[in-house]
C-alpha cells in the first residue's frame, strides 16, 4: 500500500491511514547554507508489516514537473522503516538558475502490498493540500487514502446496482433518471444515494456503511459511501494548490459543461449560456460521464455537469459540490459550499462513491 505526504516551503505534515499502510510524516525539507544548491528532505516512515519500502519523490514548481534525477539517500527500493530518514536533491544539477518559493515535493512509501484498484474508481492518496484560494482563502485539507469513482455514477451503473438492491428488500424514494446510459445519474435524493452505496456494497461483498434507521456512516467499514467534504473538495483538487478549479483559475465549455456567463471574470468562455455541444433534445443537458479531461488524479467532472451530494451534514441539511450543468461557473469552483435538504431530487443532483 502507497502512503503519500505532500510538503510546501518548510514543512507540511501527514495524516493517519489505514492499518498496514506504510506512513510517511514529519516531512521537512531545507536548502543548505552557504551558497549549495542541495536541499534535503527529511521525513519518518513506518510501516507496522515491517516490510522494506521503496521510496520515491517527485518534485512540481506551482504544478509543473521540476526535474529530480539528482537525488542520493534513503531512496529507491530496499529502503528500512525508521525516523530520521534523509533525501538529498541537488538542484543545482537539476534545476540550475531556477529559484522559487513555491516548490513541493511528493514522498511516496510503498511496501508492496497496494491492493487492486476497484473497478472504475482511482486512488487518491492521503495527504494535506494547503494553499490560498484565491477566494476564499487560506485552506487545509488532511485526508487519508481513499478510492473514488472516476466520474459520477452513470445511469447504466445506478441501474445495475438498483435493481439488484430492489431484487434484495430495498426501496428508493426516485427511481433515478439519465439522459443516456452513459450519462451521470440524476433526480436522486441524498438517503436514495446512500441506500445505492449499501446495497452495492452488499452486491460486491463489502461491509455497507450506512445505518439506514439512524443515516450514520461507519467509515471504518470497508464498503461504499459518499465523500466527505474534505474528501471531495481534497481530490477536485487533483493534487493542484490554491487553484479556483480543478485545473486552474479560469473555465470555460473547453474544460467543464456549466452555464456560461461573462457576469464573471474567470470565466472566459467563448461560448455563453448552455454548453452549445450539450444542448440538444430535452432537459436535462447534461454530458456523457468523463466527456472532459480529468485533473490530477484522473477524476473526471469534478466542476459542472451535475451536483455531488457529499456525506457532511448540517442540521437539516446535506452537502453537495461541484456545480451543474445549468448554473453558472460561480457554483464550480472547488471552494464552493452548496448545502440542501436530503430528501429533495433535481435534475442536476448526482453524486459518486468513494470506499476504502
Given amino acids: ?50 516490510d522494506r519500502l521503496s521510496v520515491t519523490v517527485t518534485l512540481t514548481d506551482n504544478g509543473a514537473p521540476v526535474p529530480a534525477a539528482s537525488v542520493t539517500g534513503d531512496i529507491g527500493a530496499g529502503v528500512r522503516p525508521g525516523t530520521g530518514k534523509q533525501i538529498v536533491w541537488d538542484a543545482g544539477a537539476d534545476w540550475s538558475g531556477n529559484l522559487s518559493e513555491n516548490v513541493r515535493a511528493t514522498v511516496t512509501a510503498d511496501d508492496g502490498r497496494t491492493p487492486a484498484v476497484p473497478q472504475g474508481m482511482v486512488r487518491i492518496p492521503g495527504g494535506t493540500n494547503s494553499g490560498t484560494d484565491p477566494d476564499f482563502g487560506a ?95 481534497y481530490a477536485a483538487r487533483g493534487g493542484q494548490s490554491g487553484r479556483r478549479f480543478p485545473w486552474g483559475d479560469t473555465i470555460t465549455h473547453s474544460q467543464a459543461n456549466y452555464y456560461s456567463s461573462s457576469s464573471y471574470g474567470y470565466d472566459v468562455s467563448p461560448t455563453r449560456g448552455y454548453h452549445p455541444t450539450y444542448l440538444t433534445g430535452d432537459y436535462p443537458y447534461t454530458s456523457p460521464a468523463g466527456a472532459f479531461a480529468a485533473n490530477g488524479y484522473g477524476l473526471y467532472d469534478m466542476a459542472g455537469n451535475v451536483w455531488e451530494w457529499c456525506n457532511d451534514s448540517s442540521g437539516s441539511i446535506r452537502s453537495l459540490r461541484g456545480g451543474s450543468w445549468n448554473i453558472f461557473a460561480l457554483y464550480a469552483r472547488c471552494g464552493y459550499s452548496y448545502w440542501y435538504y436530503p430528501g429533495y431530487a433535481y435534475s442536476n443532483f448526482g453524486f459518486r462513491a468513494v470506499c476504502r
Fill in 139 to 233: 485552506y487545509s485539507l488532511t485526508v487519508e487514502a481513499f478510492y473514488m469513482d472516476a466520474t459520477e455514477v452513470t445511469k447504466a451503473k445506478w441501474d445495475e446496482v438498483y435493481a439488484w438492491a430492489i431484487a434484495h428488500g430495498y426501496s428508493f424514494d426516485h427511481v433515478g433518471s439519465g439522459k443516456a446510459a452513459n450519462h451521470p445519474v440524476h433526480t436522486v435524493s441524498w438517503y436514495d444515494v446512500v441506500k445505492w452505496c449499501n446495497a452495492r456494497s452488499q452486491k460486491e461483498g463489502r461491509t455497507p456503511c450506512y445505518n439506514l434507521s439512524t443515516w450514520a456512516c461507519d467509515f471504518a467499514a470497508n464498503g461504499y459511501r459518499l465523500p466527505t467534504v474534505a474528501e471531495w473538495v
Fill in 1 to 50: 500500500m502507497r502512503r503519500t505526504v505532500f510538503w510546501a516551503a518548510i514543512m507540511l505534515g501527514a495524516g493517519a491511514c489505514l492499518a498496514g499502510d506504510p506512513v510517511v510524516s514529519n516531512v521537512r525539507a531545507l536548502q543548505r547554507g552557504g551558497g549549495s544548491r542541495l536541499v534535503d528532505i527529511r521525513y519518518d516512515a513506518a510501516d507496522t508489516d515491517g
